[in-house]
Protein backbone atom coordinates (compact mmCIF):
# COMPACT_ATOMS: atom_id res chain seq x y z
CA UNK A 1 0.00 0.00 0.00
CA UNK A 2 1.59 3.63 -0.81
CA UNK A 3 0.20 6.61 0.48
CA UNK A 4 0.03 9.54 -2.04
CA UNK A 5 1.31 13.08 -0.53
CA UNK A 6 1.78 16.37 -2.27
CA UNK A 7 5.94 15.20 -2.18
CA UNK A 8 5.16 11.80 -4.00
CA UNK A 9 4.60 8.06 -2.71
CA UNK A 10 5.46 6.79 0.54
CA UNK A 11 5.35 3.19 1.51
CA UNK A 12 3.26 2.66 4.02
CA UNK A 13 5.63 -0.34 5.13
CA UNK A 14 8.20 2.92 6.23
CA UNK A 15 5.75 4.42 8.51
CA UNK A 16 6.44 3.73 11.89
CA UNK A 17 2.93 2.82 13.95
CA UNK A 18 1.81 5.09 16.70
CA UNK A 19 0.27 3.22 19.48
CA UNK A 20 -3.51 3.67 19.76
CA UNK A 21 -5.06 6.04 22.95
CA UNK A 22 -6.84 4.01 25.50
CA UNK A 23 -5.57 1.00 26.83
CA UNK A 24 -2.18 0.64 24.55
CA UNK A 25 -3.29 -2.87 23.79
CA UNK A 26 -3.25 -2.85 19.83
CA UNK A 27 -0.95 -0.47 17.37
CA UNK A 28 -2.36 1.33 15.00
CA UNK A 29 -0.60 3.81 11.99
CA UNK A 30 -1.84 7.17 13.84
CA UNK A 31 -0.17 8.84 11.26
CA UNK A 32 -2.26 6.99 8.55
CA UNK A 33 -5.46 8.56 10.32
CA UNK A 34 -4.09 12.00 9.52
CA UNK A 35 -4.68 14.21 5.83
CA UNK A 36 -1.34 13.65 4.37
CA UNK A 37 -1.98 16.07 1.36
CA UNK A 38 -4.22 17.82 -0.71
CA UNK A 39 -4.12 18.99 -4.69
CA UNK A 40 -3.67 22.39 -3.43
CA UNK A 41 -0.51 21.81 -1.56
CA UNK A 42 -1.90 22.96 2.06
CA UNK A 43 -0.23 19.85 3.31
CA UNK A 44 -0.64 18.75 7.22
CA UNK A 45 2.13 16.38 8.47
CA UNK A 46 3.53 14.04 5.85
CA UNK A 47 4.38 10.72 7.71
CA UNK A 48 8.34 10.30 6.59
CA UNK A 49 10.12 7.29 8.26
CA UNK A 50 13.99 7.85 9.59
CA UNK A 51 15.08 6.48 6.34
CA UNK A 52 13.12 9.49 4.31
CA UNK A 53 15.34 11.74 6.38
CA UNK A 54 18.15 10.22 5.97
CA UNK A 55 17.82 9.85 2.10
CA UNK A 56 17.48 13.26 2.04
CA UNK A 57 13.58 13.58 1.31
CA UNK A 58 11.69 16.85 2.56
CA UNK A 59 10.36 16.91 6.25
CA UNK A 60 10.40 20.40 6.60
CA UNK A 61 6.70 20.98 6.90
CA UNK A 62 5.36 23.22 9.40
CA UNK A 63 4.36 20.50 12.34
CA UNK A 64 0.44 20.20 12.77
CA UNK A 65 -2.12 18.67 15.17
CA UNK A 66 -4.85 17.31 15.20
CA UNK A 67 -7.89 17.71 17.94
CA UNK A 68 -6.86 14.50 19.74
CA UNK A 69 -3.15 15.54 19.90
CA UNK A 70 -3.59 18.64 21.63
CA UNK A 71 -6.39 17.20 23.93
CA UNK A 72 -3.83 14.63 24.93
CA UNK A 73 -0.91 17.18 25.20
CA UNK A 74 -2.79 19.30 27.57
CA UNK A 75 -5.14 17.16 29.45
CA UNK A 76 -8.56 18.84 27.47
CA UNK A 77 -11.74 17.21 26.51
CA UNK A 78 -11.72 17.23 22.91
CA UNK A 79 -15.44 18.85 23.90
CA UNK A 80 -13.47 21.65 25.48
CA UNK A 81 -10.85 22.57 22.27
CA UNK A 82 -14.33 22.12 20.07
CA UNK A 83 -16.47 24.98 23.18
CA UNK A 84 -12.93 27.40 23.06
CA UNK A 85 -13.26 26.91 18.87
CA UNK A 86 -16.91 27.91 19.02
CA UNK A 87 -15.91 31.06 21.32
CA UNK A 88 -13.80 32.45 18.70
CA UNK A 89 -10.54 31.28 20.72
CA UNK A 90 -9.01 28.67 18.55
CA UNK A 91 -9.35 28.80 14.55
CA UNK A 92 -8.46 25.09 13.39
CA UNK A 93 -8.26 25.17 9.60
CA UNK A 94 -10.59 22.13 8.35
CA UNK A 95 -10.07 19.17 5.89
CA UNK A 96 -13.61 18.11 5.80
CA UNK A 97 -14.71 17.36 8.99
CA UNK A 98 -11.10 17.09 10.48
CA UNK A 99 -9.67 20.10 12.94
CA UNK A 100 -6.24 20.50 11.78
CA UNK A 101 -4.28 23.02 14.39
CA UNK A 102 -1.04 24.25 13.67
CA UNK A 103 2.05 25.74 15.90
CA UNK A 104 -0.16 29.29 16.54
CA UNK A 105 -3.22 27.25 17.60
CA UNK A 106 -1.48 25.30 19.78
CA UNK A 107 0.88 28.47 21.36
CA UNK A 108 -2.53 29.94 21.59
CA UNK A 109 -4.02 27.02 23.58
CA UNK A 110 -0.97 27.58 26.08
CA UNK A 111 -2.08 30.97 26.44
CA UNK A 112 -5.90 30.11 27.17
CA UNK A 113 -5.21 27.25 29.74
CA UNK A 114 -2.70 29.36 31.50
CA UNK A 115 -5.28 32.73 31.68
CA UNK A 116 -8.11 30.12 32.63
CA UNK A 117 -5.27 28.75 35.69
CA UNK A 118 -4.99 32.05 36.99
CA UNK A 119 -8.41 32.44 37.43
CA UNK A 120 -9.79 34.93 34.24
CA UNK A 121 -12.79 34.34 32.48
CA UNK A 122 -13.07 33.40 28.76
CA UNK A 123 -14.09 36.99 27.76
CA UNK A 124 -10.91 38.20 29.68
CA UNK A 125 -9.05 35.69 27.80
CA UNK A 126 -10.61 36.39 24.56
CA UNK A 127 -9.43 40.25 25.11
CA UNK A 128 -5.83 39.21 25.86
CA UNK A 129 -5.14 37.47 23.07
CA UNK A 130 -7.06 39.37 20.48
CA UNK A 131 -3.81 41.68 20.15
CA UNK A 132 -2.19 38.55 19.16
CA UNK A 133 -4.61 37.59 15.97
CA UNK A 134 -3.31 39.86 13.75
CA UNK A 135 0.56 39.31 14.15
CA UNK A 136 2.91 37.00 12.90
CA UNK A 137 4.48 35.42 16.44
CA UNK A 138 2.15 33.83 18.49
CA UNK A 139 1.90 35.36 21.96
CA UNK A 140 4.42 33.30 24.73
CA UNK A 141 2.11 34.74 27.69
CA UNK A 142 -0.92 36.73 28.25
CA UNK A 143 -0.70 40.04 27.89
CA UNK A 144 -1.57 41.55 31.13
CA UNK A 145 -1.65 45.16 32.36
CA UNK A 146 -0.86 46.75 35.91
CA UNK A 147 -4.41 47.10 36.14
CA UNK A 148 -5.34 43.61 35.53
CA UNK A 149 -2.93 42.04 37.23
CA UNK A 150 -3.97 43.94 40.60
CA UNK A 151 -7.54 43.65 40.19
CA UNK A 152 -7.00 39.49 39.54
CA UNK A 153 -4.84 39.38 42.25
CA UNK A 154 -7.66 40.89 44.93
CA UNK A 155 -10.31 39.33 43.55
CA UNK A 156 -8.41 35.88 44.25
CA UNK A 157 -7.50 37.11 47.56
CA UNK A 158 -11.39 37.63 47.96
CA UNK A 159 -11.87 34.40 46.76
CA UNK A 160 -8.93 32.65 49.34
CA UNK A 161 -11.09 34.33 51.91
CA UNK A 162 -14.56 33.29 51.23
CA UNK A 163 -12.57 29.41 50.78
CA UNK A 164 -11.52 29.67 54.40
CA UNK A 165 -14.46 30.99 55.79
CA UNK A 166 -16.29 27.95 53.91
CA UNK A 167 -13.75 25.33 54.98
CA UNK A 168 -13.78 26.45 59.20
CA UNK A 169 -17.51 26.32 58.71
CA UNK A 170 -18.14 22.97 57.22
CA UNK A 171 -14.92 21.58 59.87
CA UNK A 172 -16.95 22.91 62.81
CA UNK A 173 -20.02 20.77 61.02
CA UNK A 174 -17.88 18.17 60.77
CA UNK A 175 -17.10 17.80 64.16
CA UNK A 176 -20.10 18.28 65.56
CA UNK A 177 -21.38 15.07 63.08
CA UNK A 178 -19.03 13.28 64.94
CA UNK A 179 -19.18 14.61 68.63
CA UNK A 180 -23.14 13.19 68.26
Same mark, same amino acid.
Given at each position: ??? &????? +????S??? %????????????? *??????? *??????????????E?? /?????T???????????? !? @????? =??????? @?? !? *???? %?????? +????????R????? &??????????????????? @?? !?????????????? /?????? &??? =??????? &????????? /?????????
Amino acid at each position: MVR &IGSTG +AVPVSRMQ %PVPAAGNGSSAQF *GRLNRVV *GTMNNSTTEQAYSPEDT /AAGRRTDRPKTYTIGDLA !R @EFGVT =LRTLRFY @ED !R *GLLS %PRREGT +ARIYDARDRSRLAV &ILKGKQLGFTLTEIRAMVA @EE !RGSEMPAANLKLSL /AQVDDQ &IAH =LEQQKVE &IEQALAELK /AHRASLVAA
